[in-house]
């Protein structure tokens, strides 16, 4: 599914306007962001899931074309952890 589509979906859903659901969709991807650069970064859903920031320590990877080891910068990468209903619902 793309942002469109969910937007499409969003709007008929809602029986509000693809521009108002875009709107809505936008400013929610932006808050999770927001939320998330924080230093103790996590956002919950009850019943969706969670989001949570976590560090990801330097660790050395391995080339897959030369074989050559090589050194992974340690960085932040985002883990969603999905909630109960959303497991049940799959």
């Known amino acids: 599914m793309?942002?469109?589509e969910l937007v499409d979906m969003m709007a008929k859903d809602a029986k509000i306007s693809?521009?108002?659901a875009a709107n809505a969709l936008n400013?929610?991807?932006?808050?999770?962001?927001k939320a998330l650069k924080k230093k103790e970064g996590k956002v919950t859903l009850v019943g969706?899931?969670?989001?949570?920031?976590i560090r990801r320590k330097a660790r050395k990877g391995?080339?897959?074309?030369?074989?050559e080891p090589i050194k992974i910068k340690a960085c932040n990468v985002v883990k969603f952890r999905?909630?109960?209903?959303l497991k049940d619902s799959i």
Request: net charge positive.
């Open 18 to 20: 693809k521009v108002a």
């Open 2 to 4: 793309t942002k469109a």
């Open 82 to 85: 999905p909630g109960k209903k």
């Open 27 to 33: 400013s929610f991807m932006a808050n999770i962001t």
């Open 62 to 67: 391995r080339n897959p074309q030369t074989g």
């Open 48 to 53: 969706f899931g969670t989001f949570a920031k």
